[in-house]
């Protein structure tokens, strides 16, 4: 495809603004946005003219350049693949599973290989109806960005909003707080009393490497469960194919088993070897200098890394009024991510209320693929 062919063809143009005419919008670059164009691409949609993917990041690759520096799937690359081009091997002598950037690097190369003409940055404000005629056109607006489109996928995972649980005090706490998106790497609290609150695997990888050059204390609200040595994400994406076959064939299935549990990568197996894996029960409040528990045991501390998860980011939505109180949007269809609410609007990859494991590399193929199928059939 030549860069003349791939240029969106304008239907008006201001200078403030580029709008544009066009049959998908995919809001969002990360690995759900570049599996679901992969397919409409596949589907003989153009992307860069009928195929238009937003996303508000200045580079490609989703969420996991924002990643701690640190970070390692919880599986081996062949298990970490989207769809058409598998995930090149990972050669590392300590045969540890592939690190951030060798993921930043397969999700630059993938939308490369297949043209996907991602603009960015532009994030998208909101998307509205043009009309009340529900057959009629989705009103995408980013900043610099207004697009006309026939149906929209929202692909914006859940980074960009982390969630905070509310302890009293913690306006009152003189040290540092900070959520794990915004954690980057260990040296910043060399030498410092930090506390690592959460029971998942963020909260255990964390804890894991800040203990080795602060006094780490790990806090949990249950006790965290620990999946076997042997056992990694391999298991958790054989378990949501199990479930995919037994929905197709009206079977029950209980789903991803273990999704929260903690895989033993080797920074979390070497800190059980120090002896850093002992979780305490979760604080009742946050003091000035540091924590307290309900008996009236108070912990000194300079930080607190709340390892405490993510919500659906899906505030561009906002004007549709589709949001349950959950915070989700209710999805169905024949490919499981179409709106109930607005038919023409799909949501891929937050999680197994879209798809079983569909947060996940390897776990986001078959959404995407029902998803393209479901668009292209209309
Ligand atoms: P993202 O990667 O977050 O991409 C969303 C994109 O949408 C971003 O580029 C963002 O800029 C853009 N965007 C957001 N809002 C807007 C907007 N309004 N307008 C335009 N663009 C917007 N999965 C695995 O398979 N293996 C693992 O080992 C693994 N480890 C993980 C470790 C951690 C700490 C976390 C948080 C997740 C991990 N995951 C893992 C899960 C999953 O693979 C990632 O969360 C992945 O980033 C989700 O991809 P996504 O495309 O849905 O969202």
Redesign the pocket.
Same mark, same amino acid.
């Given at each position: 495809m030549s860069d003349e062919q791939a240029a969106p063809v304008p239907s008006r143009y201001s200078e403030a603004r580029q709008e544009f005419e066009v049959d998908v919008v995919v809001?969002?670059?990360?690995?759900?946005? @570049?599996a679901t164009a992969f397919y409409l691409r596949r589907a003989g949609l153009v992307p860069g003219r009928e195929l238009v993917i !937003?996303? +508000?990041?200045d580079r490609p =690759? =989703?969420? &996991?350049p924002r990643? &701690?520096h640190g @970070?390692? @799937?919880?599986?081996p690359a062949g298990f970490?693949s989207l769809p058409g081009w598998m995930m090149p091997p990972w050669d590392d002598a300590t045969r540890g599973?592939p690190p951030r950037d060798h !993921?930043v690097e397969y999700l630059t190369r993938y939308e490369e290989k297949y043209d996907l003409h991602v603009l960015?940055?532009?994030?998208?404000?909101s998307v509205r109806r043009a009309d009340e005629d529900p057959g009629g056109r989705l009103l995408v607006t +980013?900043d610099g960005l207004a697009l006309s489109a026939r149906a929209v996928v929202s +692909? /914006?995972? /859940? &980074?960009?909003r982390p969630f905070w649980p509310a302890y009293p005090g913690m306006r009152t706490f003189a040290g540092r707080q900070l959520h794990?998106?915004d954690y980057r790497q260990p040296e910043e609290f060399a030498g410092q009393r930090v506390v690592v609150v959460g029971g998942g695997?963020?909260a255990a990888?964390i804890l894991a490497e800040v203990s080795t050059v602060a006094q780490a204390t790990w806090v949990t609200t249950r006790p965290p469960r620990f999946l076997p040595d042997d056992v990694d994400?391999r298991v958790l994406f054989t378990t949501a194919r199990a479930r995919i076959e037994a929905l197709e064939q009206g079977r029950e299935h209980a789903g991803v088993a273990g999704l929260g549990d903690i895989?033993m990568v080797a920074s979390v197996k070497h800190a059980r070897d120090r002896g850093v894996l002992r979780a305490n029960p979760m604080f009742t409040r946050l003091t000035a200098g540091g924590i307290a528990w309900a008996d009236g045991t108070t912990l000194a501390c300079d930080a607190v890394i709340w390892c405490t998860g993510?919500r659906p980011?899906l =505030?561009?939505l906002r004007a549709l009024g589709l949001r349950t109180r959950d915070g989700h949007i209710p999805v169905g269809g024949p490919s499981g991510t179409r709106s109930v609410g607005e038919p023409r609007l799909h949501l !891929?990859?937050?999680g197994d209320w879209t798809g079983p494991a569909? +947060? /996940?590399?390897?776990? !986001?193929g078959p959404s995407a693929r029902a998803t393209a199928a479901e668009l292209t059939s209309r």
């Open positions: 809001i969002g670059g990360g690995q759900a946005g @570049l !937003v996303d +508000a990041a =690759g =989703g969420s &996991w990643m &701690w @970070l390692r @799937l919880f599986s970490s599973f !993921v960015r940055p532009h994030r998208v404000e +980013a +692909a /914006t995972g /859940t &980074w960009d794990a998106s695997n963020s990888q994400g895989v993510f980011a =505030g561009h !891929v990859g937050y569909s +947060a /996940t590399l390897s776990g !986001v």
